[in-house]
């Protein structure tokens, strides 16, 4: 059998296995997701199972590069989940040091790039200072993005009532449909348009609670426009993106070091 298998899920793997990955230079994928609240009909696991199926997909166009997708990360920050139950959340500290520690880990073993993929909105911010900081700390490439951002037009061409993802909404439930049917409470699928939240937009910036945000559902968008073909659709315009971006050598040049010894570098 090959030192370096066609599988790319990073758990089916054995350690000799993932030694010679690393000794190729391999990427890790790491899908960064949230254990929360999806309204009536989606399972609490949408965003990880979103993120890593995206993840696989993409690593298995991309083997010429190669890539091996971890687990998903599945807790995020999902405070603002917590009025509707079935939701585990991390503080800002705990997130980044979760990340810091598989960092430590990949660098240890022989790893030099991570691309963290993320598939929960609560994610963004705190994910896009700690790929800073990690990529200088680490003096290696550390690169984060949405999964629904990373191609919008791509997104917004396939979905019909929505111009992107929102929450447990069209995209996501279509997610579901593709991958796992029966999973989804179609049944509940009726009961899970919210009522009209607050929205103060992107000028100013505070805590809101989901309850506030999509009042009795926790869901925002409409799930009854999902279909299993959007799904199909969504997971590869996603995939095609990330194996894109795994391929894009500029994202993987090595960080300047702009810290030496705790002090900015002289001249």
Not at 57 to 79: H, T
Not at 144 to 149: K, N, P
């Amino acid at each position: 059998m090959s030192e370096t298998p066609d599988e790319v899920r990073w758990e089916k793997l054995t350690a000799p296995e993932l030694r010679a990955l690393a000794g190729r230079g391999a990427l890790v994928v790491l899908p960064v997701a949230a254990l929360e609240q999806h309204g009536p009909h989606l399972p609490v696991w949408t965003d990880s199972m979103i993120g890593h199926a995206c993840c696989v997909r993409a690593a298995e166009q991309a083997r010429d590069v190669p890539a091996v997708v971890l687990p998903p990360m599945w807790m995020g920050m999902s405070e603002h989940h917590l009025p509707f139950g079935g939701t585990i959340s991390l503080d800002y500290q705990t997130f980044h040091g979760v990340l810091r520690c598989v960092c430590r880990s990949l660098k240890a073993q022989g790893f030099g790039r991570l691309l963290l993929v993320n598939s929960h909105g609560g994610n963004i911010d705190p994910l896009a200072v700690a790929a800073r900081e990690l990529c200088t700390e680490f003096a290696m490439p550390v690169v984060a993005t949405t999964i629904f951002h990373i191609d919008g037009p791509g997104v917004a061409a396939v979905l019909e009532t929505q111009p992107g993802v929102q929450h447990a909404c069209e995209a996501e439930t279509s997610f579901w449909l593709a991958l796992h049917p029966e999973e989804v409470r179609q049944d509940k699928i009726s009961d899970a348009l919210a009522g009209p939240g607050v929205s103060a937009g992107a000028v100013f910036q505070r805590f809101w609670s989901f309850e506030e945000r999509a009042p009795r559902t926790g869901v925002r968008g409409d799930p009854r426009a999902a279909t299993a073909e959007k799904g199909e659709k969504l997971l590869e315009v996603v995939a095609a993106a990330l194996a894109a971006a795994m391929r894009e050598k500029v994202l993987w040049r090595a960080p300047h070091a702009v810290w030496e010894g705790g002090k900015l570098p002289q001249g």
